[in-house]
């Protein structure tokens, strides 16, 4: 950028000669060895031998001159950047005034030599039409331009926004309640006096650096909570879902690592690991493949296609075995047998209650959890309550996190929040809830 600005038409861009003080006209002479400003001479000046302070005569130079084509053969480097300087000035398109602005060019070779090195060529495409534009905004002192912005939400307290909020007011950039939230009450009845005594003093001043440390910490919270987008903890929720349960539990056991890392440093470890999690399944499917002895693509579609068709099948042998099992009714039986030949068949089938002449209506049977993702992380209490239930031990770890998660945050938890938080049967929370409650993991607010 400083070699090509020398190049302008005006011979007031350049500095004076340092002999005779007149204006330079190109070519001219700069010393290489003086500097760090420039120090430059005319023709006659350097052919007299001028000497000034440390400048010699014997010093090495350069000529300095435009007089040499860049892009193509008969455009010098000062015909460039005239043509330039004429397109900002008069405007592209104006073709006639930028002629007449640069004077050794004609409009139709302006035109044609402005599209072929500056439009049409990739390589040279508007660079240097935006170096001075680029310049000049990078020195500029200007005003930070004024966006408006919507007005924030405000919800009010102990709302279900403000919940899913975690209690965060947006207008305020503040919490309901504050990481440490009595730390003010050590400083409210400290009062500085003259008569105080030194021991005194110093113990009201640790006071104070401990009240600075307390604000330091929740300033430090809240970067981290804002960083990451943890203030609505639903929505963060739902975008966890979104990868398969292996890479969710390797999040849940780095999320503790987050506040020492940047948030998108964070992400990136996480996708590079789902990334690895999809990798490895697709080795998975073709090593599975290649030990069925399917050796193209269009064999492998057929093979899923009857690998599904066999799955049904067991599936259905394993609902048969369960009814069986639970159900010593032939009626019954009768009855769900007959209700599954009306799925098979593509008909709505019409729903029956099953009901015995002693107890009345029957109970579904519980479920079988064998196979299930996440049995072997329930002990036998939970496992009971899930059959118990009908819930699969997937649903029902994340539905304990949730309530453990608000328990700790609020101190206690109430049905009502409970249900609020869970959307699932209202029969099947109560149960969940008494039976947390029970076991100890929460407690009521």
């Not at 950028?1 to 006209?25: I, Y």
């Not at 500097?35 to 350069?62: A, I, N």
């Not at 309550?385 to 608000?406: D, I």
């Amino acid at each position: 950028m400083d070699r090509l600005a020398c190049f302008g038409n005006d011979p007031s861009d350049k500095p004076p000669c340092r002999g005779c003080s007149s204006n330079l006209v190109e070519p001219y002479i700069k010393c290489a060895e003086c500097g760090p400003s420039p120090f430059l001479l005319c023709l006659q000046c350097f052919t007299r031998g001028f000497e000034f302070k440390k400048h010699e005569s014997d010093h090495k130079y350069e000529i300095m001159t435009s007089d040499f084509p860049v892009l193509e053969p008969g455009w010098t480097a000062q015909e460039e950047m005239a043509l330039l300087e004429a397109v900002m000035d008069c405007g592209f398109g104006n073709w006639q005034d930028v002629a007449y602005q640069m004077r050794t060019k004609n409009k139709e070779e302006c035109e044609a030599h402005y599209m072929k090195n500056f439009i049409n060529n990739p390589l040279f495409s508007s660079t240097l039409l935006n170096l001075r534009q680029i310049e000049e905004a990078r020195t500029a002192d200007t005003a930070i331009p004024f966006k408006p912005t919507d007005d924030p939400p405000r919800p009010t307290f102990d709302s279900l926004l403000s919940r899913d909020m975690a209690g965060y007011m947006p207008a305020r950039a503040d919490f309901m309640e504050e990481f440490d939230n009595y730390a003010e009450w050590d400083l409210k009845d400290i009062d500085f006096v003259d008569d105080d005594s030194d021991i005194l003093h110093a113990l009201k001043i640790a006071v104070v650096d401990i009240y600075h440390s307390r604000l330091k910490e929740r300033g430090r919270r809240k970067k981290i909570i804002r960083d990451h987008g943890l203030i609505n903890l639903r929505k963060f929720q739902i975008l966890e879902r979104r990868y398969p349960k292996e890479v969710q539990d390797l999040y849940d056991a780095m999320r503790r690592f987050a506040r020492v890392v940047g948030p998108i440093e964070h992400d990136k470890f996480i996708e590079s690991h789902a990334l690895e999690f999809e990798l490895r399944r697709e080795i998975g499917r073709l090593q599975e493949y290649r030990r069925a002895g399917i050796q193209s693509f269009c064999s492998a579609k057929v093979y899923e296609r009857v690998k599904h068709v066999r799955e049904d099948e067991r599936r259905k042998r394993t609902m048969l075995v369960d009814v069986l099992q639970y159900i010593q009714d032939g009626r019954a039986c009768q009855q769900w047998l007959s209700k599954q030949a009306a799925i098979d068949a593509g008909i709505t089938p019409v729903v029956t209650t099953i009901t015995t002449s002693a107890t009345g209506r029957r109970s579904a049977p519980p479920l079988n959890l064998t196979g299930l993702p996440g049995t072997e992380k329930l002990n036998d209490r939970e496992k009971e309550l899930c059959q118990v239930v009908r819930l699969v031990p997937g649903a029902y770890l994340e539905y304990k996190q949730a309530l453990l998660n608000e328990c700790r945050r609020q101190g206690g938890l109430r049905l009502a929040q409970a249900r609020a938080l869970i959307k699932i049967d209202v029969n099947k929370t109560r149960k969940i809830y008494d039976f947390l409650i029970k076991e100890g993991y929460i407690n009521k607010a």
